[in-house]
């Protein structure tokens, strides 16, 4: 803990948790996260071992499958992974973004199906919302379900899609009401089994190259109306109720970021010796660290209150978007100041904050830019 910040709201349950998820990161995950960005995907036998440990859907009631606890064990999983600056594994989405989806609106054979194979990492999940034309724009998505007796025939293509290549279910926004707007837009579960499905290529990102992320085509795919998420046409309000806690695990990925690289740049610049002695030594470099640990302090003991109120369930909207909007801003900037000190060695991979830096310019877009946070906390003001 940083000697600035104050007591974190985690239980010993939580920190017995963390012990284990950081033992299995180091075992499991660190040592093959190279390969996997060479390779643009995960291993799908991380994935069962994740399930087995478990590392998946932590806050998914057991009778799922789940491990019976709440969003702080989740936080623990999200924190760990960032801390070691493991990008690749699209866990956070899969066991606290889509499980709750399914939690939430989910039939009960919808739940009974998905979530123990989901918990077990034998079902891979993704969910598919931004188009070519439509990202933060929910309202402006083109894909389509049409019904036809008592199936729906879905057409339409998504992209930048976590999990696309790995991902055997996916849920799916659709509009299925295109002339309402945004109280025309449902969701679906679909099978990536089923014909008319596709997957196009891997997407060059600058950052994150562990993660697969994938183009996703859907050519008169067919699914039954028991896959519908749900009820008809509400798929909006929905999406909407649940970005605050997407929101919040964007703010605790950016701040244990921020955490972990500043101190890797303590440990480089006292290391790092110029004109014979080390870099911290110069008033520039440590004063811009005690700078820097005091704003991560601020930040950490605001997330920290986020994540309090999330397992009260008081984390309201407006709030959420303020801790993305802040936290993820102030890694950018702050990271490359991290970078700079480095020197030469910080615009390189082989440095955890080379990686760190393009991995983290993403997070200022999904889940919402920081324009849209600025909207929606506007609206408030």
């Given at each position: 803990m940083n000697f600035l910040t104050f007591p974190r709201p985690f239980r010993e349950d939580h920190d017995i948790f963390r012990d284990s998820v950081r033992k299995f990161i180091a075992d499991e995950i660190t040592p093959h996260h190279d390969q996997w960005e060479r390779d643009h995907i995960v291993s799908r036998d991380a994935w069962l071992k994740a399930g087995a440990m478990g590392l998946l859907l932590p806050a998914a009631p057991e009778e799922f499958g789940g491990g019976g606890g709440d969003f702080g064990h989740s936080a623990v999983v999200i924190e760990e992974l960032s801390r070691a600056g493991a990008t690749g594994p699209g866990f956070a989405l899969h066991s606290d973004i889509v499980a709750p989806y399914i939690l939430n609106y989910g039939t009960q054979a919808q739940k009974d199906t998905w979530l123990p194979k989901m918990a077990r990492g034998e079902v891979i999940t993704a969910i598919a919302m931004t188009e070519p034309g439509a990202g933060s724009d929910l309202a402006a998505i083109k894909t389509q379900a049409r019904q036809d007796g008592d199936e729906f025939v879905i057409n339409g293509q998504k992209t930048f899609i976590t999990n696309g290549h790995n991902a055997d279910l996916i849920i799916l926004v659709t509009k299925t009401n295109p002339d309402a707007g945004r109280k025309?837009?449902?969701?679906?579960?679909?099978?990536?089994?089923?014909?008319?499905?596709?997957?196009?290529?891997?997407?060059?990102?600058?950052?994150?190259?562990?993660?697969?992320?994938?183009?996703?085509?859907?050519?008169?795919?067919?699914?039954?109306?028991?896959?519908?998420?749900?009820?008809?046409?509400?798929?909006?309000?929905?999406?909407?109720?649940?970005?605050?806690?997407?929101?919040?695990?964007?703010?605790?990925?950016?701040?244990?970021?921020?955490?972990?690289?500043?101190?890797?740049?303590?440990?480089?610049?006292?290391?790092?010796?110029?004109?014979?002695?080390?870099?911290?030594?110069?008033?520039?470099?440590?004063?811009?660290?005690?700078?820097?640990?005091?704003?991560?302090?601020?930040?950490?003991?605001?997330?920290?209150?986020?994540?309090?109120?999330?397992?009260?369930?008081?984390?309201?909207?407006?709030?959420?978007?303020?801790?993305?909007?802040?936290?993820?801003?102030?890694?950018?900037?702050?990271?490359?100041?991290?970078?700079?000190?480095?020197?030469?060695?910080?615009?390189?991979?082989?440095?955890?904050?080379?990686?760190?830096?393009?991995?983290?310019?993403?997070?200022?877009?999904?889940?919402?830019?920081?324009?849209?946070?600025?909207?929606?906390?506007?609206?408030?003001?």
């Amino acid at each position: 803990m940083n000697f600035l910040t104050f007591p974190r709201p985690f239980r010993e349950d939580h920190d017995i948790f963390r012990d284990s998820v950081r033992k299995f990161i180091a075992d499991e995950i660190t040592p093959h996260h190279d390969q996997w960005e060479r390779d643009h995907i995960v291993s799908r036998d991380a994935w069962l071992k994740a399930g087995a440990m478990g590392l998946l859907l932590p806050a998914a009631p057991e009778e799922f499958g789940g491990g019976g606890g709440d969003f702080g064990h989740s936080a623990v999983v999200i924190e760990e992974l960032s801390r070691a600056g493991a990008t690749g594994p699209g866990f956070a989405l899969h066991s606290d973004i889509v499980a709750p989806y399914i939690l939430n609106y989910g039939t009960q054979a919808q739940k009974d199906t998905w979530l123990p194979k989901m918990a077990r990492g034998e079902v891979i999940t993704a969910i598919a919302m931004t188009e070519p034309g439509a990202g933060s724009d929910l309202a402006a998505i083109k894909t389509q379900a049409r019904q036809d007796g008592d199936e729906f025939v879905i057409n339409g293509q998504k992209t930048f899609i976590t999990n696309g290549h790995n991902a055997d279910l996916i849920i799916l926004v659709t509009k299925t009401n295109p002339d309402a707007g945004r109280k025309g837009v449902s969701l679906f579960l679909v099978e990536t089994t089923r014909s008319g499905f596709s997957r196009g290529r891997s997407i060059e990102k600058m950052g994150q190259h562990a993660q697969d992320t994938a183009e996703l085509f859907f050519e008169d795919v067919r699914v039954p109306a028991s896959n519908l998420l749900g009820e008809l046409d509400k798929g909006f309000s929905y999406l909407m109720g649940e970005l605050a806690q997407e929101r919040l695990i964007i703010a605790l990925r950016a701040v244990a970021t921020m955490e972990a690289m500043h101190a890797e740049t303590l440990a480089y610049t006292r290391e790092r010796q110029v004109f014979g002695k080390s870099v911290f030594e110069f008033q520039t470099a440590k004063y811009r660290l005690a700078e820097a640990a005091a704003e991560i302090a601020m930040a950490r003991s605001y997330i920290d209150q986020c994540l309090a109120a999330h397992l009260d369930r008081k984390l309201t909207p407006e709030i959420a978007a303020a801790a993305k909007l802040t936290s993820t801003e102030m890694q950018g900037r702050l990271l490359d100041i991290f970078l700079q000190l480095h020197g030469g060695y910080g615009y390189t991979r082989e440095y955890a904050i080379g990686r760190a830096w393009a991995d983290a310019r993403v997070l200022r877009i999904y889940g919402g830019s920081s324009e849209i946070m600025r909207e929606i906390i506007s609206r408030k003001l």
